[in-house]
Nanobody, 123 residues
């Protein structure tokens, strides 16, 4: 398993942007598919975005498609989530996750999780 630490969350106004970062430990980061999920109060953890180990293929949840972009820098063991045109409904704790193998949008495919970073979008 890898250790994951998220950063970059905060308070932003509607329409603003934030970039989240997730720093990973371990030698095998470049071979691991990575993902971002989020969880709002009283709701289940929701898929946001995922990226293959080589960074070539991505997938997004329907509510963020066209506004968010996932990327990675394998040289820095870091995955990013660029969030643009933020809305109040994007308010949640955002989690970085490492897949156990497959490229997947399912939460159960991920076996390592960060502690989360809070994103709050004010109206």
């Amino acid at each position: 398993q890898v250790q994951l630490v998220e950063s970059g969350g905060g308070l932003v106004q509607t329409g603003g942007s934030l970039r989240l970062s997730c720093a990973a430990s371990g030698r095998f980061f470049s071979s691991i598919n990575m993902g971002w999920f989020r969880q709002a109060p009283g709701k289940e953890r929701e898929f946001v975005a995922t990226i293959t180990a080589d960074g070539v293929t991505t997938a997004y949840g329907g509510s963020v498609k066209g506004r968010f972009a996932i990327s990675r820098d394998n040289g820095k063991n870091t995955v990013y989530l660029q969030m643009n045109s933020l809305k109040p409904e994007d308010t949640a704790v955002y989690y970085c996750a490492a897949s156990g193998g497959v490229f997947s949008t399912r939460r159960t495919a991920y076996n390592s999780w960060g502690q989360g970073t809070q994103v709050t979008v004010s109206s």
